[in-house]
């Protein structure tokens, strides 16, 4: 049986990053609601829990709460920041605000020898982000750590297996963290490390084949990284039940179309059918501003189109999507959690309630950079396992405000540039994401002896680990010179090109 290690989410930005450190020690680890009862969570059989951080104070009025009685379940626990108040505060110690939030860099000297400290050094650096600290010890516990303003900054009860961090050690801010994760995941829980990518494809095919039997599988086909591999661990399971639809939708980058038809039906040897469906999209989203109500039309659309394109290739009982994990843990709003809502994806939501077809989705587990190595280990091309992501509404929600045929040609061809430049420079491969937003803003300028009122390009380009966290690319000057110098050149309507510089959090990598 696969060890797991199970996450109870209390609303941290960095639950996810959580999560994927875990994986990183090929452990599997699932994110599940903060108040899942204690005898659900042990019927899971997990090797370990850990609590994540949160915005709520313990004392805050509706702050969530876990169900006590894991405390109780002989299950090794780990408490980081708000996790780790949560205990102190039930099992007897006393957890008050600090004098002054703490946020940000920080010193921590590990001051008694613990197995969740093992094999690393007296002085660590570390990441804060905390109102509230731990004042008083629980009953049973011991301080293992400290830092410049908390003589409680690691706890343990080793008898319980309870352990305590009042830092963060998921981020990259906390150099040695993942370290400390492995100690605590590893030695502490004794999981084994046997989650691999190899392992996934052979159990999910089986269970794709469980699932589906002889039925007919329809999967929407985008040319991003998410569909491809779904396409090709798919056709590895069920092989011809697998019909592929490629639905136009005019959103798409340039040349995605012949890229797509030739990836996936000429060599990968898929079933395909192309759907020209651009201009029922644009109908469809005419005058419409709001992000999430983009999101909501497309998807509607696009599950209209596919019940359309069933009468063509025969009737099919299951739908499959290359839904991912973070799709999932961002589209759901999970009771009175404190984690937002950040936006909706449309292959989780906006499906029509008369939806004919069950869902299939062979990477509902999986983080993005798992996926990439899944369609390595399935054959994939690097061009195509490696491509920057793409959202599934594509160039609707990166020209801002309304859309129309002409913007969307304006921004198809900025975009390109980015693409093009970025490859020429060797850079593209180094980065998380480059791209090109339209801003519903115009400017005055000059070109030649005219004077021009066009609209302004913001060039986004990140770096990034797993897409939860970003920062944005110091680009060579010369390199962001020469796309500015080309989309201004020659793309007719953008007469301004600006660099975003800002950072996810507090920005999101997407502008919408």
């Given amino acids: 049986m696969t060890s797991k290690i199970l996450i109870l989410d209390f609303g941290s930005q960095y639950t996810q990053v959580i999560a994927r450190r875990v994986r990183q020690l090929n452990v599997y680890s699932e994110i599940v609601r903060y108040d899942t009862p204690a005898s659900v969570l042990k019927s899971l059989r997990p090797s370990g829990i850990i609590l994540s951080g949160g915005p709520a104070s ?74 509230d600290s731990l004042k008083k010890l629980p009953k049973g516990f011991r301080s293992i750590a400290t830092s410049d303003n908390s003589p409680y900054a690691a706890i343990e009860d080793s008898k319980r297996k309870i352990y305590g961090l009042q830092f963060h050690p998921e981020v990259a801010h906390t150099p040695r963290g993942v370290e400390i994760l492995s100690n605590f995941v590893l030695r502490i829980c004794g999981a084994a490390p046997s989650w691999t990518m190899k392992g996934f494809i052979e159990t999910t095919c089986e269970s794709i084949r469980n699932q589906v039997g002889p039925h007919r599988v329809l999967l929407g086909l985008s040319g991003g990284v998410d569909s491809a591999v779904a396409a090709a661990l798919l056709h590895q399971a069920i092989g011809d039940q697998l019909q592929c639809i490629f639905v136009d939708n005019g959103l798409l980058r340039k040349g995605e179309r012949e890229k797509v038809q030739d990836v996936f039906g000429r ?54 999507q290359g839904t ?62 490696w491509r920057h992501p793409f959202p599934g509404p594509g160039l609707a929600v990166r020209t801002l405000g309304p859309i129309d045929a002409k913007k969307l040609s304006i921004l198809r061809e900025a975009d390109a540039i980015v693409i093009e430049e970025m490859k020429a420079a060797k850079w593209y491969d180094r980065v998380w ?40 690319v110091r680009l060579d000057y010369d390199v962001l010179g020469c796309i500015a110098s080309r989309i201004t050149n020659e793309v007719k309507g953008i007469n301004r090109v600006v660099y975003d510089v800002s950072s996810k959090p507090p920005a999101t990598i997407e502008w919408e």
């Fill in 324 to 385: 991912l994990y973070p799709d999932v843990i961002e589209s759901v709003a999970i009771g009175d959690n404190p984690a937002a809502v950040i936006k909706s994806h449309h292959n989780v939501g906006g499906l029509p309630k008369n939806m004919k077809f069950e869902l299939v989705e062979p990477l509902r587990q999986l983080f993005k950079d798992e996926v990439r190595v899944v369609g390595e280990t399935l054959g994939l091309s690097r061009e195509v396992v």
């Fill in 58 to 131: 313990v004392y805050a009025k509706g702050a969530p709460q876990p169900d006590k009685r894991i405390f109780d379940s002989g299950i090794p626990i780990l408490g980081v920041c708000y996790g780790m108040q949560l205990f102190g505060k039930w099992l007897g110690g006393e957890v008050s605000p600090s004098a002054r939030r703490e946020y940000g860099r920080g010193h921590l000297r590990v001051s008694k020898a613990s197995p969740l400290f093992q094999n690393l050094p007296e002085n660590l650096e570390i990441w804060n982000s905390h109102g």
């Fill in 267 to 320: 060599h990968l040897k898929l079933k395909l059918l192309t759907v020209e469906a651009g201009p029922r999209f644009l109908k469809g989203l005419k005058g419409v501003s709001d992000p999430e109500r983009k999101r909501k039309i497309i998807g509607r659309i696009f599950i209209e189109e596919f019940q359309r394109a069933t009468k063509k290739v025969g009737a099919a009982k299951y739908l499959a």
């Fill in 433 to 472: 994401q480059a791209f090109a937003v339209l801003l519903p803003v115009r400017s005055v300028g000059v070109m030649g002896d005219e004077r021009t009122y066009d609209f302004t390009c913001v060039l986004r380009i990140v770096e990034s680990n797993d897409g939860m966290t970003a920062d944005w």
